[in-house]
Every structure is written in C-alpha cells, then in structure tokens.
C-alpha cells in the first residue's frame, strides 16, 4: 500500500485511471510495421490463436520474448512443464500490445494467470511520459481481465534500467508506484515490484544481471521466476 509520503507523487496518475481516461497513442491499439519484427507479431498471434489452453500466458516487450533466448533454462525448468505460452515482442509497447489482444484475444487460451511486463518501451523510445505510460498499462490489465475475467494478472512493475538517476529512471518509479495505488484491492490483479532485487546498494544495476542495463541475463531471469513462483504455487497448486 502507499505510504502518505507517496500520495502527492501519485494522485495526478492515478485520477486519469480512475476517470475515463483520455486517449492517446499509448491506450489506442496500433500494429508493429518495421519489418525485422512482422515475423515475430505473426508468430505470437499464431500462438494466440492456435495453441492449446495455457495456464501461464506471458506478454510483453523483448525481455518477455527473451525467456526464449537468456532466459531459456529458467523457462524449460519452471514455465514449460505448466503448459506456459510466450507471447512477447521485442519493442512492444503497451498500444502494438493492445493491438495483438483485439486480433487474437487471450480468451480461448483460459489461462489461470497472466504475467504482463510491459511500459519500458514507452519511455524510452519517447512516445509517452509517465501518466501516459501509466494510462496504457491500465489499459492493458483492463483489456486482458475482460477477456480472461478468472484468470490473476501477475502486473510486474517496469523494471529499473539505465543509470541510477537517469529521468527515464525516475518515470518507471513514478509509474510503479501509481500501479500499485492503482490496483491495491483489486481482485486477480497482483502488482509484483520486485526491482531492488536488481540494484547494488549505490542502486546502480549489475552486469551480471543487466549486462546492458535493460535486458536480462540467465541471472537475471532466474530472479523473475523465483518472484512468480508464489503467485503460480497459489494458482496452480498442482503445478
């Protein structure tokens, strides 16, 4: 929950969620058009629409499409014996998401928990500031709670990146923080902000886990899974 202290920093994004938020480019569905990443946008709504039921369905940005590449062992060991579906794009931001749930929405797949990481992209590549980027991701839980109204979102918060006071660095804390006011008491939405576990203690982030202090290593992932692994004991208890 907030403390006072955060209040004041919250109250001007959180009150665009709880309004009817306005529209702009991080809440309005729009396609991915560069053509290194078609292939991959095909792929995931392939997956969306033609794979079996799955338990776990993640969405996101490329450090979610990477438990297929760095976070390949923690993947196969922890999320591929619960039937776990992988529908991250590198460089999505929270509108090309939007867009891939309205052709292939998450229903047929009944999942009983979604894992969603996504807003990075919104910041740094400028599109959105915080409130903005804040409005898409609520846009997203909302999106993808209507189309799998029993299944828990796992809302992980934007994680930290680049240096240790950079603005971009200061707009995912702002966001996290309304996320986490945002959603305090909402049923099957759980706000997991696990980023401290990915800075020393001057809050600088280790190589070892960010090698280019946006992307995960194994280590890296490593650290992701053993945060789910509540919300999947709780979900999924036969898992």
Not at 11 to 30: E, I, K, W
Request: aromatic letters at 6%; glycine letters at 8%.
């Amino acid at each position: 929950m907030p403390t006072i202290s955060t209040i004041p920093l919250l109250a001007t994004l959180v009150a665009s969620a709880l309004a009817a938020g306005p529209d702009h480019r991080s809440t309005l569905p729009v396609p991915r058009e560069d053509a290194g990443i078609l292939e991959r946008q095909a792929e995931v709504l392939r997956r969306a629409r033609e794979s079996a039921p799955a338990p776990v369905v993640f969405i996101g940005d490329s450090i979610t499409q990477s438990w297929e590449g760095p976070g390949g062992e923690t993947w196969k060991a922890s999320f591929a014996p619960r039937g776990a579906v992988n529908l991250g794009v590198s460089g999505d931001r929270t509108e090309h998401v939007l867009w891939r749930l309205a052709q292939a929405p998450i229903t047929r797949l009944e999942p009983k928990v979604v894992v969603l990481l996504i807003g990075t992209n919104n910041l740094g590549h400028g599109t959105a500031n915080a409130e903005q980027t804040f409005d898409g991701i609520s846009k997203v839980v909302e999106t993808v709670r209507a189309q799998a109204p029993e299944a828990t979102v796992a809302l992980c918060a934007i994680l930290p990146r680049d240096g240790r006071f950079t603005p971009i660095r200061r707009d995912c804390l702002a966001v996290n923080q309304a996320l986490a006011a945002r959603f305090a008491g909402e049923p099957r939405v759980e706000v997991l902000d696990f980023g401290l576990r990915y800075l020393d203690r001057d809050a600088s982030i280790p190589k070892d886990l960010m090698p280019d202090g946006l992307h995960l290593s194994p280590a890296g992932y490593a650290i992701w899974s053993e945060e789910l692994a509540k919300v999947l004991r709780e979900r999924m208890p036969a898992g």
